[in-house]
Structure formats: C-alpha cells, structure tokens
Nanobody, 125 residues
Framework: QVELVESGGGSVQAGGSLRLSCLVS????????VTWYRQAPGKEREFVSD???????TYADSVKGRFTISQDYDKSTVYLQMNSLKPEDTARYYC???????????????????WGKGTLVTISS
C-alpha cells in the first residue's frame, strides 16, 4: 500500500523559508523518483521539482535557485527546502510517485500515479 504524507506547510512572509517533507512508504525498498507539484487557487497543478533514485534533481524555472530538493532513504523522506519565498509561491504542495509494480503491491501498481493530500503554503507580501 503506497502512502505519501506531506507536511511542513504554513504561513510566512515574503523572503522567508519553509521546508516541506514528503514521507514515502517503503521508499528505500521501492526507490521511486519523487516529484513535487503545486496548485494555486484557480490554477492548474504545476511541476515544481523532482529527484530520482540516485539524487539527480530538476526544477521548474520559477523556483530554480530558490528551492532545493533532497532525499533521505533512512527516514523515507523527500524534502523541499524553499527559500526566498514569494507571494506567487502560495499553493498547496503535493508529492507524487509512479508505482513500479515491485514487491507484490508494496511499490504500487506499475505506471499508476500516487499522490499525497498536500500541504498548504501561504506567502504574504
């Protein structure tokens, strides 16, 4: 059973920082690529950052240089460190993985997207 749980959201002023966490069930065994998305009110969900099993990361242009993604297999957690926050970063942030089919369901169904419920980030000007 795949489970993703985001935490760390909150309300901060522009210029501040937050660190989001995504607890990923069986992360060390399944070794997913993990992606952060966000969705602002009235807007479509958009890609923020992802990290693959060996730690290579990519970022949306809008967050490059301000956000850093990292992974800790021992803690089954992927982090998103967000610095120099702007009001336009206000959104609900979600982590997502794609099931691999490994482990008789432990790592989810192959090719299926799994999402957490998200954590809300609000940046005031």
């Amino acid at each position: 059973q795949v489970e993703l749980v985001e935490s760390g959201g909150g309300s901060v002023q522009a210029g501040g920082s937050l660190r989001l966490s995504c607890l990923v069930s069986d992360y060390k065994y399944c070794m997913y690529d993990v992606t952060w998305y966000r969705q602002a009110p009235g807007k479509e969900r958009e890609f923020v950052s992802d990290i693959d099993k060996v730690g290579d990361a990519t970022y949306a242009d809008s967050v490059k240089g301000r956000f850093t993604i990292s992974q800790d297999y021992d803690k089954s957690t992927v982090y998103l460190q967000m610095n120099s926050l702007k009001p336009e970063d206000t959104a609900r942030y979600y982590c997502q993985i794609v099931g691999t089919g490994r482990g008789y369901g432990t790592c989810g169904e192959s090719g299926v997207d799994y999402w957490g419920k998200g954590t809300l980030v609000t940046i005031s000007s």
